[in-house]
T-cell receptor, first 112, second 112 residues
């Protein structure tokens, strides 16, 4: 069983729809990250959070530490949101390191 | 400010050869981490360097190595290339690993 699980693996939405991508993890963490990867490979860090909720434009990320669960929401989705969304965690302990553990990603396609 | 720069963007090598990839972090960032992305295994952590010292290492064979220079630029080296080493290699920089990361565009390595 992977330490970081994402669902769904694939998601197709119509423009304007509200989208939710879920991430569950089984290890202790110091932080959870949501990343976006467009075709061609480049990765953009969307959020880093260790508690509560963060919002940036149409994107909202929440985390429940007790439940070991995080969600990424996209409001009023647009075709340019089409990308792979990856959840990653920074394991706790051992000091500050960049040893991220990644989920397998959610491929989102937003149709006009 | 300039982002994380990875060179080269694309590389084709023959089995048995060795390859060196470069990553220049954001100015002031002292932590550089490397990741391998393949269709089968997804994103996996290779190693992290902080102030010229390897601080953490993933589960990769000794053919994968790296180093960091005094200006924080980092290189990774893969010796005796195998077909399975074909992947997108990404680096990410961070101030010290406690904060968010900025990813480079990656180097796509093809081993033939």
């Amino acid at each position: 069983k992977n330490e970081v699980e994402q669902s769904p693996q694939n998601l197709t939405a119509q423009e304007g729809e509200f989208i939710t991508i879920n991430c569950s993890y089984s290890v202790g963490i110091s932080a959870l990250h949501w990343l976006q990867q467009h075709p061609g490979g480049g990765i953009v860090s969307l959020f880093m959070l260790s508690s509560g909720k963060k919002k940036h434009g149409r994107l909202i990320a929440t985390i429940n530490i007790q439940e070991k669960h995080s969600s990424l929401h996209i409001t009023a989705s647009h075709p340019r949101d089409s990308a792979v969304y990856i959840c990653a965690v920074s394991p706790s302990g051992g000091g500050a390191t960049n040893k991220l553990i990644f989920g397998t990603g959610t491929l989102l396609a937003v149709q006009p | 400010k300039a982002g994380v720069t990875q060179t080269p963007r694309y590389l084709i090598k023959t089995r048995g050869q060795q390859v060196t990839l470069s990553c220049s972090p954001i100015s002031g960032h002292r932590s550089v981490s490397w990741y391998q992305q393949t269709p089968g295994q997804g994103l996996q952590f290779l190693f992290e360097y902080f102030s010229e010292t390897q601080r953490n290492k993933g589960n990769f064979p000794g053919r994968f190595s790296g180093r960091q220079f005094s200006n924080s630029r980092s290189e990774m080296n893969v010796s005796t290339l195998e077909l399975g080493d074909s992947a997108l290699y990404l680096c990410a920089s961070s101030f010290d690993g406690s904060y968010g990361y900025t990813f480079g565009s990656g180097t796509r390595l093809t081993v033939v």
